[in-house]
């Protein structure tokens, strides 16, 4: 497999993982537009430790989770205080608060950035990507999957119901931040180098559509929105020149046209943004979905309804 | 001395941030809609206005405008852009699903929109910055030892008056009524009698109206644009807009001062890596110690806590 593919699934696999960092926030109904700061938190420690003391991946990457994880869970308590707009707000501030500090850091290279030694082919970053596809459909499988939904759809009837909601939202929430810093260790290893320009609003943003756009109703959502978004600029990037020639010719333009402006990708993905938002906001993959492309399960519904 | 000055500086670098905040906050507090588009209209203006006083009109129609008129036109344009956001964001979104200011759908379609407009300046002028073919003369004036630009008064002025006038808007007028109304309560506003598909183009009217002119007056005073001009000016206008309180235009003005204070004093005496830290860092001391800002329970609208 060629460097372009194999760099291509490391990617996939790595923006699936930090998808699944912001689905569950999202699936307790919170906006999490800080996605990047924990990413660049487990990105600087798995390429501070590597870089420094030669840990192995199999060390920096547990570490690189747990840190964004506590970090996570520490500024969940006053972050989750707030609501809405409020929520959206926090959570950027912090990454851009992360960011600044980092960027300030000397022992982090500041503006320079860290190297990073440890390498590691796109296997680890596939394997784990499925493990963690697998952990979050356990998770929503269990009570507390189920918790999260009720906490999601209505927050006042589950408090009724004894669901310790803060509790929900913190777990959600420090869990999610783990798994972004999971997806910034293994950038580190699949880049080999950190910079924080790398870890921008713009990665927030574009990881929380994602998410929205993929449907937050259930795991299948981030999977496929992480999955499309990343392999839709790949396919533009082959497909765009062709299709512009084909579009100049079709005016009689003759001879080669200049390529297209890597900025297309972005316009269209905010085009399939705004187009989603007014057609099919809840994203594209969503709960009745799911349920109709399960024949087995929905005919053995239908047999118990006759059995009653 | 240097502290007046710097004092007078940090109140020039504010008024940009204040016009783009009170758009922010105008925004929040009557339809609670964190609208991601306000610093790309910003920069679109900016980037129009340049374009044109240095290219004229597109498909080579004229020659370079003069730069008056080619600002005019820039803000011209950044209203009629927040007019189409308008129809993407809000109004359709409202038909469709009923009282969509309850939900994150306009905030994840201005995220869209951001990407759109910002590319798509990008493809048209370039990535790099642009110096502006503003006024030749010097324009620096001397104030008892303070050393001011004349553009950076008049904008000041202008922005304050601008305040006022749309704060008596938001009071005296029917206009005003009506978008109170909205604030309060949506459905309660229709149900009375307040036509929201009317009105509710005026907040992005004047959406547009602030942006573009925050966007014409940076250009005048910096003398130059690019496309990512709206980053930095609208995170630190979100900063101020939160500081001063989500939804109060007074608190806004307030904020976005504050901001410019905070930044200057930063870069004074910390350098101008700290600047970030310094601002973020006030806007999450703000959220979690008084999440209504300094004048939050004078806030319009559902932005309050």
Redesign the interface.
Known sequence: MGGYWSGILSILAINVIFAYGIFLPVATGQ?NLGGAGFQALGAYVAAYLSYNYDWPVGATLPLAILVAGVVGFLVAF?IL??????L???T???A??V???I??SETLG??MGLPVPAFVDYGVPIVLAALVTLFVFFLMSTRFGLVMRAVHDDEVVSDLMGVDIRGVKVAAFAIGAGLCGLAGGLYAHTFTYVEIQAFN?LVS?NV??FV?LGGTQTAFGPLFGAAFFTLLPEALRILLPDLQQAVASLFGIKGEVRAP?D??R??I??????LM??FR?EGLVTRPLTEKLRPRRRARLAGGEVAA | MLLLQQLVNSVMLGSVYVTVAVAFTLTIGILNFLNFTIPTLFMLAGMIGWALAERGLPFGLSGPLPWPLALLVAVAVAILASLVVERFTFRYLKARYGDATEHAIPLVSSLGFLLIIENLVRIAYGTDSQRFPGPEANLTVEIGGLFVRLPQIVSLVAVLAIVAALSLLLKRSRIGRGLRAIAENPDAATILGVDVNRIVPVVFVLTGLLCGLAGVLFAINYGEVSPAMGDDVGTKAIAGMVVGGLGSIWGAVAGGLIVGLTETMTINYFGADTVQVAVWGLLLLVLFVRPQGLFGHNAIGKGKL
Request: avoid cysteine; proline fraction near 5%.
């Open positions: 906006l006053p205080r707030l609501r809405g707009v409020y959206v707000l926090g950027f501030a912090f851009e608060v960011a600044g500090l960027l300030n500041g503006a609003a943003i929380l559509l929205l402006d900025s297309w972005f316009v993905l905010g085009l399939v943004t705004v938002m007014v906001p």
